[in-house]
């Protein structure tokens, strides 16, 4: 009997609706938790380099997307360029961050409905959500992508809107006020912050076994969606801080405690927040979280599916439902880990892990990428990355620089990571290589 395969459905448009939604969240939290650490310039220097590895990172890994179109991404990539080994530990990595990132949204979600309704617990509605999008997530990748594609539609637009609103009180005093409190070192720390605004975008890759004709549609649901984020990740960072400085979206006032509501906080410098604009604003931009978390649900079940289905984790995980030819095992362990996580309360060091998961994964991805050309330079490339060898250069540089930085500044965060690394791996060493 003939396995059960994932389903060819997704076009570029449907791939560039996954690509800017698995990142849009970025924008509407997170990101202000790099300002505390920063300020305005700390964040804002760490966010150039980060953007510069994002666009040479992307197309680097399109070029391999292209050429090996499996739900594994970059575990598929360093498996077949790197040996099982460092293959393994590609695809811990990858898992880490689409299992740690969904969480943090979750509790971003929650905080918004909040504000909406605060007479309901906000992890009522975290783990409401994270029921909801697994189902829909299980019951098909097009009904999953479609809808993936309305809500980050309408998540851009309200962001084109929160600009609209809040840039005709952009002051440049704003921007200078109090830049770096903390000195140039900021800018090193606030380097998670500035991933946040991209997280994930690398998961397009995961899904590129089920796009209709991948070596067109990844290139240019790539391509497209890295240039859309970067446009508005500068503009709602500039038309955030610009309103008020950026304490003014960071902290509530009267409290020392960072908020996950950085875009209605600093919208209530400009309209009361019982106008009709605040509460449409706040309620629209539940879109930007809903669209990453439900993005990168649907990102972290194939990534998870594809280490069941190689045998680098249970064998149940990598299982086809029959009716739904979507991987609702993998889905449905992402989620109870991911509510685990939840309820720790610590949405910051959530962000850190994840952060740390796609750093790793990025070097060991560009490691792989230097060893595919040399080791199979005539393996068929519809797409070959510009300006070769400098993309993937810069792109490794600057996440080692990146990687490197966070240790330096999350001692604790970077042990709980190893730590899951070595775990994993001295698992799979007991347990499944001498099987494989």
Known sequence: MAEVQLKKVLSPLMLWGLGVGYVISGMYFGWNLGLAEGGTYGLAIATFFIIIMYFTFTFSYTEMACA?????GAFEYANRGLGKHLGFIAGIAQNIEFVFAPPAIAAAIGAYLNLLYPSVDLMV????AYLIFTII???GVKIAASFELVITILAVIELLIFAGVTLPEFQLANLR???MPHGFSGAFAAIPFAIWFFLAIEGVANVAEEAINPQRSVLIGFGSAILTLVLLCI?????AVGVAGWEAVVYPEGSTIASDSPLPLALSYVVHSGHIMYKMLVGIGLLGLVASF???????????FEFGRVGYAPRVLGKVNSKFRTPANALIVNMLVGIIALFTGKTSEIITIACFGALCLYIVSMVAFFALRRNEPNMERPFKVPLFPWFPAVALTIAIIALVSMVIYNPMIALIFVGIIGLSYLYFLVFLNKTM
């Open 294 to 304: 439900h993005g990168i649900i649907l990102a972290g079940g194939r990534s998870t």
């Open 125 to 128: 509605f975290a783990i409401g």
């Open 177 to 179: 006020s109090n830049p």
């Open 137 to 139: 997530n299980i019951l």
């Open 68 to 72: 090996i179109p499996r739900a594994g």
């Open 235 to 239: 503009l709602t960072f500039v038309s």
